[in-house]
Nanobody
């Protein structure tokens, strides 16, 4: 199983980036998938998650209204459109997959994360 995140980079505050997470080796449509991030010196935190069908998505308060998570099950790929980026969004972003609901992923309850991808660096300059 492999989750490959891409799309990170350096952007000025107020700019946009689109992250992708390509999955292989698993039945992608059976998993809730989501994004986490870890800034230097901080713990990894939940960012967003989307349900198996794509019909339900949840976000951490700090990104709601600026970030949009989506998925394309035909392409085994998940996306994170990040707009109005702020310096505090600077972090390594990781994609993850698990059973259960997006809310459970956000609250870290129920099942555990089954698969993690390697991160992609997002740097927002002021």
């Amino acid at each position: 199983v492999q989750l490959q995140a891409s799309g990170g980079g350096l952007v000025q505050a107020g700019g946009s980036l689109r992250l992708s997470c390509a999955a292989s080796g698993l039945t992608f449509s059976s998993y809730t998938v989501g994004w986490f991030r870890q800034a230097p010196g901080k713990e990894r935190e939940f960012v967003a998650a989307i349900s198996q069908s794509g019909g339900i998505s949840v976000y951490v308060d700090s990104v709601r209204g600026r970030f949009t998570i989506s998925r394309d099950n035909a392409k085994n790929t998940m996306y994170l459109q990040m707009n109005s980026l702020k310096p505090e969004d600077t972090a390594v972003y990781y994609c993850a997959a698990r059973m259960g609901s997006p809310a459970e992923m956000k609250l870290n309850i129920g099942s555990h994360i089954n698969y993690w991808g390697k991160g992609t660096q997002v740097t927002v300059s002021s």
